[in-house]
């Protein structure tokens, strides 16, 4: 087998976070291969010098400073394709230099209205603007269109489509009631589920605002893993047309957790302390304690007695349980100066729910589907689970990094030649994908019903 | 007595819609007097005109288009004195214009944060940036100030502070099961409450989200007008400071509606029918009935009896009167092709809450003080109602807008000299503002407890 010649590409990653571990290894070790030279932007310098110290020929570690302008351009402007690991909101800018600039562009993260908007422009300059490529959304949208298109090709109609998944921690770590600890950006667990979801069932829509999102929740079972709570997640309509499901009368994607999470969480969601929309001074000189009790009606009794009186129906020992684990019925201190009821949530769980040295975390996934063929009315289940190495070569780090880090090599090897926003939901894209992710260990179990 | 003398000035009036009819009024029948050019800029310039009609030589009508920056700025750039009635979030543009041009600025809505970057340009230009001038925030500042400096003149101390108004309709226009009908800007009713109310109840801080802001309401009694529904309003602790109340263990701003009023608006928050993030495609394909029904978990039961079961101790026959009044279990096809749920229920409510030819509305407001005085706890009540005289002529444009008129007018006349950003908390903008205000027939009731 003769070896390829592939013309030099300068791939600039922007943010090497958490999340990015697995989508820079991938990119390192395969930089000789494809002829790639790799520069990594990170406000942490130091910390990416240390990953690419064996890659002196192929990577170089640089700084970036988001609020420099002439730097984000400068770099940009010196390679072909640049990967955005920024959070979400930070795409828009660096999206509107990409294609100014003449480069390709990916994210792991959702398609923005400011991202829509330059697809126009993109696709007449030939240039590819892939998002929504990591996890979720990401290798669900891969995994959910490979069964669709298998059930279509066989002459079969979807009528129901549910996805869900969650960020977990895997069953040899789970130490702690809450069955949780962080596997990726802590803000977006606090802030999960603001918003109103939006889902079809039974033909109708459906909305669920955040007030009551983490109360009506369904279980799902996983074989070999139990049951998980799961609540509606975003806006699921949006997918039907993309999807293909213009039949499906039940169209839902929702997020995964432990069982007994969501009851729990729903007190921080009642209270309103996942508020981010204010800021309470001089947070420093109150405790926990003050902190719910300020959430509550006034009366003499304890803080804990009056939760439970607050909460009604709502509250059980479990639920107590998980809260007395945050000691959040102790003087304990707050440490931010000023922050937000949710920053100051936010706060305390980096310290309790840390994925500490040796502990693994889990992502789980499952596909449900039912769908008529040949008059009969089937069922079909994928599920997949991944475990993590460590806490920092994560399942969740993983599979939004492996995703992206392939779908970017099978761009510049000319696999597919999509342009403008893309998202992993076409052949080209999510077979190849799909392949390479199996031969990684990253592999769906389907199991048919009914 | 000698006429004084006036120099010209010319005063711009940016909206004339539903609470402006007063201070426009106002304006109009003072111009002569005090050598005033009124320009009355609107969208509907017809409909100003004939209000000017027969001021001809005082006043003008013309056309304004937000969206059209340059005449914005001619307009402004005549004018020696703004007012802007626009809706509050247009306020930052007008007020930029202003100070870059030197002008002096009045409106009747909270100061903004734009508003107070402008503050210290402003004082430099010796520029009036009054805020907060109209009812509520505006009558409540000043008549709560002229109490609270009565009682500190006296050598007492404020320790409990609470304040409420509303803009409701009169009794005998009262022919609705909700006991409303829209006297102002309809949308600011559908959105009230968003946000999170912050307070303090004895010496502790205190938050409400919107999710239970229409749960936890307290009763208010006005003398010859019965009882009242009242839930907190807004940021009352920001007032702290500017009031004086520095040793206050109470400070609560608060919003009054007829009694039930929370108990069945707080089924349209629960649902989620007040969000305004989203909007609903192809929302005249369905009813008010569906619109229900995409809020509520699905079952084999009616929309009403799902709402029953959803809601629980939450609902009542009484709640379920005014529910029907709105025809929301009917199978009436919803007018706006697309709408935010928000939107969707205001078109619904702009027709059932109309306020009819003859309709009178009616303004409550009262403050509860609790002092200290020569070693005893007294307490102090000080209530004002306000009737409209018909359904233009509204309690609401009266009370919104002759506080803001009166104080323009005692500014140009030299009645006061402050500068930059100012409410209505100083003795020499209250004082001749409430004194005028009683000659009109605004004036407040005031009586001792205890």
Known sequence: MSEKFYFMSKILVIGAG??????????????????????????????????????????????????????????????????SMLPAFMHGEVARDCVRLGKHLATASYVSQEMKDLDKEAKEKKLLLLNECGLDPGIDHASAMKIIHEIQDKGGNVTGFKSFCGGLVAPESNDNPWGYKFSWNPRNVILAGQGTAQFIENGKLKFIPYNRIYTQTETIEVDGYGAFDAYANRDSISYKIPYGLNDARTMLR???????????????????????????????????????????????????????????????????????????????????????????????????????????????????????????????????????????????????????????????????????????ISREIYEPMLQELEQLGICFQESEQG
């Open 254 to 424: 929702g997020t995964l957790r432990m069982p007994g999470y969501c009851k729990a969480w729903n007190v921080f969601v009642k209270l309103g302390l996942t508020d981010d929309t204010y800021k309470i001074k001089n947070s420093d000189s109150l405790t926990y304690t003050d902190l719910i009790e300020s959430f509550l009606p006034e009366g003499n009794i304890s803080v804990k007695e009056k939760l439970i009186a607050f909460m009604g129906a709502d509250i059980d020992a479990e639920v107590l349980e998980k809260l007395e684990y945050l000691e959040l019925f102790s003087h304990r201190r707050m440490k931010l100066k000023e922050g937000s009821p949710a920053e100051l949530l936010q706060n305390l769980l980096e310290e309790k729910w840390l994925l500490k040295a040796g502990d693994k975390d889990m992502i789980v996934m499952q596909h449900q589907f039912e769908y008529e063929l040949n008059g009969m009315t089937k069922k079909l289940k994928s599920s997949l689970v991944v475990i993590g190495d460590d806490e920092v070569h994560t399942a969740m780090a993983k599979t939004v990094g492996l995703p992206l880090a392939i779908t970017i090599k099978n761009f510049l090897t000319g696999k597919f030649k999509s342009y403008g926003v893309q998202i992993p």
């Open 18 to 83: 958490r999340s990015s571990s697995s989508l820079i290894d991938y990119l390192l070790n395969h930089a000789k291969t494809y002829h790639w030279f790799i520069t990594i932007a990170d406000t942490n310098k130091e910390a990416v010098e240390l990953k690419v110290k064996e890659y002196q020929d192929v990577a170089e570690a640089v700084s970036f400073d988001v609020h420099n302008e002439t730097l984000r351009e400068t770099l940009i402007q010196k390679s072909d394709f640049v990967v």
